[in-house]
């Protein structure tokens, strides 16, 4: 398991209508939402995360950020000499992430020296200090669980994701994703839901709404072309799946979209 050094734990707090400009470090990041929300810029678009995801960051992305309102999250800065794919990474609430978050506030509570808590500036980690090291296998634990697979998996996922998008997010089953992988369908399956906490249907059901997504929010398409470009039968099919996905229906989202990419968006 690769070494990890804690440099600093503490609270990432935001306020409505705060923004923190682009910018970018030499060390990891990983911010654990506890509620709220925020919104992370990077140069590839921007990811929204609430309470129960999980944010990693690569040193040396560039990223911003802006919160629609209150956030609240666990931070921890750190070096590491893992090696996985330099992009950030966002891991949506569901067990796995959950299983972090209890563990994070465990050992807090029962390692970390109480003084420190509350303190919303954080706590900067001295090379004298010994109360992290639980921690620090803890966090490289998490990293390897989420990557170990990473170098063996990122190329051929990359396929799944180029033939939904070459074929507009028209839908794909998980033997034909798991064939052009290399995988059969069984140990696809396994590693999806090794790697992501979703089965390989859902992982593949949540490439396809991005898809969708991008349509609704950069395009104005309307429902019904982007309905039929994706290949789902008339848009009450592909609505309903919309609203399956996401619980708010295809024309609310972009509208919620524009409302977002209104907020000014410094450089």
């Not at 030499?26 to 911010?31: A, G, K, L, R, V």
């Not at 994703?177 to 590693?191: K, P």
């Not at 898809?211 to 398409?221: I, K, N, P, V």
Request: charged share 25%; proline share 3%.
């Amino acid at each position: 398991m690769a070494k990890l050094e804690l440099y600093y734990w503490g609270y990432a707090e935001g306020e409505p209508g705060q923004t923190i400009e682009m910018h970018s470090h030499d060390y990891w990041q990983i911010n654990l939402g506890i509620s709220g929300k925020c919104i992370f810029r990077t140069e590839d678009g921007k990811l929204t995360a609430g309470a129960g995801d999980l944010v990693i960051f690569p040193p040396g992305i560039r990223h911003g950020l802006n919160y629609p309102e209150p956030y609240l999250s666990y931070s921890f800065k750190f070096k590491t000499d893992h090696r996985v794919k330099n992009m950030v990474q966002l891991i949506h609430a569901n067990d796995f992430t959950e299983g972090i978050s209890k563990a994070i506030k465990t050992i807090m509570e029962t390692t970390f020296p109480t003084k420190f808590f509350g303190a919303m500036e954080g706590a900067v980690v001295l090379k004298e200090d010994r109360y992290q090291i639980l921690m620090e296998y803890f966090l490289a634990g998490v990293l390897e669980t989420l990557f170990q697979e990473e170098s063996k998996l990122s190329g051929q996922l990359s396929t799944v994701y180029e033939t939904i998008a070459s074929n507009h997010g028209r839908y794909i089953s998980v033997e034909e994703a798991a064939e052009a992988c290399g995988y059969s369908r069984n140990r696809f399956n396994a590693l999806i839901r090794q790697q992501t906490g979703m089965t390989a249907k859902d992982y593949l059901n949540k490439i396809r709404l991005e898809t969708a997504q991008r349509y609704l929010r950069f395009t104005s398409l309307r429902i019904s072309e982007i309905s039929a470009e994706m290949g789902f039968s008339n848009q009450f099919h592909f609505s309903d799946f919309f609203k399956r996905m996401t619980g708010i229906a295809p024309l609310q989202y972009r509208k919620k979209s524009i409302q977002e990419d209104s907020i000014a968006m410094p450089d």
